[in-house]
């Protein structure tokens, strides 16, 4: 009897670990099947009709009366992605955004046409501007060329130089002879275009000496003035009375003039300024010139000009 109830005991336990052994093994097997459908469905899955059905739903939802108009359906966005809540559009968002539409005529379309033709008016102004920059740095260079060759000529033969600078009353520098002179020029910096923007000649005339000049009290100062804006070079005595106050001076002038022939690129206006010193008469002298009419006619009618001979500079100028 005791060993009959012990095999049965044991049948009974048997039994019980292959019923669970079985059931264990249907579950692995069922969430094997469940993960494998949940990774298809991933897969499959539409993001964005998924968002686009949510809105239709929400809008129906509320148009219908049947959430809180105040509620926003939540964005679905990717893992990673930043998240930018929408509002519903305003009635003023929506007229801006018409009255901004392209095409028509919007104040955007309105405003594009203007842009754009300001684009065309500035790169035309800008081309020409190019166009004549480019123009006075050849003319300037055509111009340093000339001068260059023009004084190393002049500096050899040591021509005369007929031309009288008056000083006062009857009194003038003349019987003048070429020195020395040099030439030389200036450039922009490399980031400004590197463009010749500026030209210079100078050089001395000598003659004979003046006698003494001799000023009283009052015109003195007048007269070492002009003798220091015309850069004449010069001493002057002053004669003092018993009250040490200057009563006279006798200047003591050489004869010795210095010129200077200044061409100045002006690339805003688009023109060359030339400014002189001492070159017709003693003094500063200005002319306009463009940059055109620099060629070999006018360089050669402004060297007869230094030289004191008859010239048509100035006509040659106004022509232009």
């Known amino acids: 009897m005791v060993k009959s109830s012990n095999e049965d005991s044991s049948s009974a336990i048997a039994s019980a670990i292959r019923a669970k052994r079985d059931r264990k093994g249907g579950l692995v097997d069922d969430i094997a099947a469940l993960e494998a459908s949940l990774i298809a469905d991933i897969e499959t899955f539409d993001l964005d009709a998924a968002e686009r059905m949510a809105r239709r739903e929400q809008n129906a939802n509320s148009g219908a009366g049947m959430i809180d108009a105040a509620l926003v359906f939540p964005e ?76 190393q000529q002049l500096n050899i033969v040591k021509p005369g130089i007929p031309r009288d600078y008056p000083l006062i009353e009857k009194l003038a520098v003349t019987n003048l002879n070429w020195q020395e002179g040099f030439s030389d020029y200036r450039t922009q910096s490399q980031s400004a275009g590197a463009l010749v923007e500026l030209v210079s000649m100078t050089y001395r005339l000598c003659g004979q000496g003046l006698p003494p000049i ?23 005595k002053e004669f003092k009375n018993a009250r040490q106050y200057v009563e006279r001076a006798e200047f003591n002038i050489q004869s010795e003039i210095s010129v200077s022939a200044r061409w100045r690129a002006d690339f805003e206006k688009g023109v060359i300024i030339l400014e002189t010193r001492n070159l017709e008469r003693l003094g500063t002298a200005v002319f306009v010139v463009k940059p055109q009419s620099v060629d070999q006619a006018l360089l050669d009618e402004f060297g007869r000009l230094v030289l004191s001979q008859p010239n048509q500079f100035r006509d040659l100028i106004k022509r232009h």
Do not use: W
């Open 76 to 151: 679905i966005v990717p893992v990673g992605a930043t998240h930018h809540p929408q509002t519903a559009p305003s009635a003023a968002s929506t007229a801006e955004s018409a009255e901004f539409a392209p095409g028509g005529g919007s104040l955007l379309a309105q405003l594009r046409q203007q842009a754009e033709l300001r684009q065309r008016e500035m790169h035309q102004t800008q081309t020409e501007r190019t166009s004549t920059s480019l123009s006075i740095d050849q003319a300037l260079k055509h111009l340093f060329f000339y001068f260059h060759d023009f004084v």
């Open 214 to 236: 001799e000023r009283k009290e009052g015109a003195i100062d007048r007269f070492r003035t002009l003798l220091f804006d015309a850069g004449l070079p010069f001493n002057c």
